[in-house]
């Protein structure tokens, strides 16, 4: 490959990755109007921050510590943690909530950098330990009513 197709393409690496991001958010049923629940969810509401600042951008997932039987549940209660540090689970629906359970909860926060003009999603900033369901140390239970959950508190460890 020549340089000039090779920054023709580079050039294009944004725009692939955003496609990329809305093709995935559609594939797990982000979005408004999604799929029939056939489980009840509750609304569930909390915070993340990473060394005592709001974690804005940072993208939450709820594990269930036992599976939902197939069809139960589209896929995992999710958010992104907006600019105040604050977040509301989605499951289907925009805000709906989550199912009733335990959980234990992964945090990954891709902090914007600048490449060249442009902003890309930079390294996972949170340790690793925070990306995995299986050594994440934030657990959570979602109970049959509102849920206002303790803050998550992530630190450099």
């Not at 003009?117 to 930079?122: A, C, E, I, T």
Request: net charge positive; with cysteine.
């Amino acid at each position: 490959m020549d340089q000039a197709s090779a920054r023709t393409k580079g050039r294009w690496m944004p725009v692939r990755a955003a496609l990329g991001a809305f093709a995935m958010a559609a594939a797990c049923g982000c979005g408004e109007g999604g799929a029939d629940l056939k489980v009840p969810v509750f609304p569930v509401k909390g915070k993340v921050t990473f060394e005592g600042e709001p974690a804005a951008g940072a993208f939450v997932v709820f594990h269930p510590k036992t599976p939902p039987k197939p069809g139960d549940t589209p896929s995992n209660p999710r958010a992104t943690v907006q600019p105040d540090g604050t977040f509301a689970l989605t499951t289907s629906s925009e805000g709906d909530g989550a199912p009733v359970g335990d959980y234990a909860v992964t945090v990954q926060w891709m902090k914007p950098v600048k490449q060249g003009k442009d902003l890309v999603p930079g390294p996972n900033v949170v340790p690793k330990a925070y990306a995995e369901p299986s050594s994440t140390p934030l657990k959570a239970t979602v109970a049959e009513s509102e849920n206002a959950l303790e803050p998550f508190a992530i630190t450099r460890k």
